[in-house]
């Protein structure tokens, strides 16, 4: 790894909002045009993801992991076990359906700081999940991507994943229906 840059396990009110903050920018810079205005403007809020990053923290239900360069972080992603069931914190009405996945891991989240894109972050972040999850028993890695993230299907089809075939509906406010796609790879 580069000079500078190291992981932290998130563990903290500082991670949790480091990472919120990020998944905020992350949202506001890829989500345009996909989300309604209005949510990406009064619910994406750089603070919005820290009390759902405590309770996992508390739980145990997932692991926060950042990517800092000195003390700036500059990546994110929270893995765990595969997610099944009701999702009201993603949206409400959301039933995920993980059959023929049991076991696996699953990249819950996975955001890059924008202003720090094109640089192997998240290259970096992808390797040291992977690598946790794997240590953690799982024999696969899943992730729901928005169907219209060209460069996000890109970046996990580089990373070894493939669309699986199967797709979630993501129902947001305003009756819009946001299609996320699941990738899928062996670990």
């Not at 500082?14 to 810079?29: E, L, V």
């Not at 996990?156 to 946001?178: E, L, N, V």
Request: hydrophobic letters at 35%; proline letters at 6%.
């Amino acid at each position: 790894m580069a000079e500078g840059l190291h992981f932290v396990d998130a563990s903290c009110e500082a991670h949790f909002r480091a990472m919120s903050a990020i998944h905020a920018r992350g949202w506001r810079k890829t989500y345009p045009g996909h989300v309604p205005d209005d949510y990406l403007r009064d619910v994406i809020t750089d603070d919005h993801w820290v009390p759902f990053f405590r309770e996992d923290y508390e739980t145990g239900r997932c692991r926060g992991l950042l990517l800092y360069r000195e003390e700036t972080p500059v990546a994110c992603c929270n893995y765990g076990p595969i997610r099944t069931g009701p999702s009201p914190r993603q949206s409400e009405g959301l039933v995920i359906d993980a059959s023929g996945y049991e076991g696996w891991g699953e990249l819950i989240s996975f955001y890059t700081e924008p202003s720090e894109t094109g640089r192997g972050y998240g290259s970096m972040l992808m390797t040291e999940a992977l690598a946790r999850l794997k240590l953690l028993g799982h024999p696969g890695c899943a992730v729901f991507v928005l169907r219209e993230n060209e460069g996000a299907r890109r970046f996990y089809a580089r990373h070894g994943f493939t669309w699986d075939g199967s797709h979630q509906d993501i129902p947001f406010p305003h009756d819009m229906i946001c299609v996320d796609l699941r990738y899928t790879r062996l670990l």
